[in-house]
């Protein structure tokens, strides 16, 4: 499963952004979907998750109340509001069969290239 995350850009401080993240000809039905940020020169942290079945969703404290992940067969978004110069960084989605919406990296099983979020005014 090859994923692909999209949507990043350039924000001002308080503005929005949706990310997608989709593995083109295959379905994430049966996969649960984290999105993680990575800052330059920093580990990969969890931002949120959502499960396959039933559609249980996980957020870092930090972004709980801004953020909103949503799913449907082939898509995962992540609906950023209310940005942060500390939500800057490149976002990965990872996609995963745990029994439970993990935080950490390690136990997603697929990856693909990230996309570049920047907030600065």
């Known amino acids: 499963v090859q994923l692909q995350a999209s949507g990043g850009g350039l924000v001002q401080p308080g503005g929005s952004l949706k990310l997608s993240c989709s593995a083109p000809?295959?379905?994430?039905?049966?996969?649960?979907i984290g999105w993680f940020r990575q800052a330059p020169g920093q580990e990969r942290l969890g931002v949120s998750c959502?499960?396959?079945?039933?559609?249980n969703t996980w957020y870092a404290e930090s972004v709980k109340g801004r953020f909103t992940i949503s799913r449907d067969q082939t898509t995962v978004d992540l609906y950023m509001k209310n940005l942060k110069p500390e939500d800057t960084g490149v976002y990965f989605c990872?996609?995963?069969?745990?029994?439970?919406?993990?935080?950490?990296?390690?136990?997603?099983?697929?990856w693909g290239r990230g996309t570049q979020v920047t907030v600065s005014s």
């Open positions: 990872g996609a995963g069969e745990t029994p439970y919406c993990s935080q950490f990296s390690y136990e997603y099983r697929y």
């Open positions: 000809g295959t379905t994430l039905e049966d996969y649960n």
């Open positions: 959502i499960r396959s079945r039933p559609r």
